[in-house]
């Protein structure tokens, strides 16, 4: 089921939570927002929602406006960060709550609920109760009551931020092999970077209240759009530049300048992983430290300047190097954005 947001404004007061927000979600698509917070990434999906109400713009489901259709008459499944489960219900009872409320028949609900813990991979724990099971569990409770119902559309609304890290990372994944088993059009919200790169379809970057780019994970991260966006996704160095004929000077190397770039100064935001660390008794750089991430290091550069520059290398690489060595740094133009100074 296709969803259009179309020239969504959202005042409250003089505050502009939302500044004509254009959105357009594929049938079956999973589409992330991604954003800091206040930056209206869930006031979107309130309005989505029918939780909320647009100052002006429209809200289109399958092709119908329903701008003016109430929450409850919008047929959408949500989940929220509070898991939001009845206490005096079991699991199974709490997952069929939805299809009660709709005037299904006991053994079509039951038999559906049924299905859907199966589906989250907590089919032996329907006769259970809330405070009986993990955080992680119960989260999943939350999802299945959601899908239950059959959505045509599925919120998500920072539903992992109540999670440890490693919960948080499993739940993830399984929201997003469960999304893919059902086909349902979703709208996931978070200001996790890493949460929507890993489970979306596309992502949709907000910043005060308008979408600053929308595109799949790879494409966002390695062309963004703006310098908000390449400065929110991923970690970055910020390093002057100067431009000239098509070509940036940065970090003592030249590169090809970004497109649209203009001769003059400059500030470069270079991905960690595109510096390049070579020992060189003769380089300019020093490294200052280097942390242990895994099959990873991240290489902390003292340069000329005084900056500190990160890179991201192979471990293997960085057994080599110990803080105070001299360094050459290499930069690969594919992880460079300049703009203007």
């Known amino acids: 089921m296709a969803v259009e947001l179309t020239e ?72 929220f960060q509070a898991y939001s489960l009845f206490p005096h219900l079991t699991v199974l009872d709490n997952v069929a709550f939805g299809l009660k409320m709709r005037g299904k028949a006991k053994q079509h609900r039951l038999s559906r609920a049924s299905d859907m813990l199966d589906l989250v991979g907590l089919g032996e724990l329907g006769g259970r109760y809330a405070k009986e099971l993990s955080g992680g569990q119960q989260q999943r409770v939350a ?77 966002l991260y390695a062309n963004p759009a703006t310098p908000f966006v390449a400065d929110f996704v991923g970690l970055n160095n910020k390093v002057p530049a ?41 380089g300019s750089a020093t490294v200052s430290a280097v942390s242990f991430l895994g099959a990873i290091s991240r290489v902390s550069v003292a340069v000329p300047d005084g900056r500190v520059v990160m890179a991201q290398i192979a471990s293997s690489a960085a057994r080599a190097l110990r803080p105070g060595d001299r360094v050459r740094l290499g930069v690969d133009s594919d992880g460079v954005l300049v703009t203007p100074a």
């Open 242 to 282: 100067q431009v000239s004929g098509g070509r940036a000077t940065l970090l003592g190397v030249s590169v090809p300048a970004s497109p649209g770039s203009v001769d003059g100064p400059g500030l470069a935001m270079v991905r960690p992983e595109a510096v390049t660390v070579t020992a060189d008794a003769d």
């Open 143 to 219: 999802l299945a009551r959601a899908l239950a119902i059959q959505p045509r559309v599925l919120l998500l609304d920072e539903p992992l931020s109540a999670l440890d890290a490693k919960v948080r990372a499993q739940l993830r994944d399984e929201i997003r092999r469960v999304q893919l088993d059902v086909g349902t059009t979703t709208l996931f919200v978070t200001h996790d970077q890493e949460e929507a790169l890993a489970v979306a379809d596309r992502v949709g970057v907000m910043s005060q209240g308008r979408l600053e780019q929308l595109a799949a994970p790879a494409e």
């Open 8 to 79: 969504l404004t959202r005042l409250y007061g003089t505050t502009r939570a939302l500044d004509g927000l254009t959105l357009h979600i594929e049938p079956g698509e999973l589409v992330a927002l991604l954003g800091p917070s206040g930056c209206g990434k869930t006031t979107a999906l309130r309005i989505l929602a029918g939780l909320d109400e647009a100052t002006s713009g429209t809200v289109s489901v399958g092709g119908v406006d329903v701008s003016g259709v109430p929450a409850n008459k919008r047929d959408m499944g949500m989940v």
